[in-house]
């Protein structure tokens, strides 16, 4: 559009926002992520360990083998990816008492 010209009457009105639906939700996401605490990060990710194997759970009932064992395993690695995470996120030269009862239970799965 050249800037020294008016847009006709009726004509669309180029918009700010983004072609892709998923675009919103993923910047919410993203703002919600970079704003949180580490507290309420943790949480969140306490929320997908819980989600993806809940996913994971909802796999038994699936006949076909082949989908069966990729929700399965698909899901449980991924919840796996996460607690890997929080288990390396510990300082353990800080460590109290629950820090180091954190590290055995993130280790034992």
Known sequence: MNPYTRPQPGAPVP??????????????????????????????????II?????AKGGFGLEDPVE???VINGNIQKAQAIIRELRSSLDMDKATEFGETMAG?????
């Open 15 to 48: 918009s700010a926002e983004p072609a892709n639906p998923y675009a919103k939700a993923n910047a919410y996401k993203s703002t919600s992520v970079n704003t949180s605490s580490p507290s309420d990060l943790v949480l969140m990710l306490y929320d997908g």
């Open 68 to 70: 069966f064992h990729q």
């Open 51 to 55: 989600r993806f194997l809940n996913n």
């Open 105 to 109: 239970l993130y280790d034992y799965f």
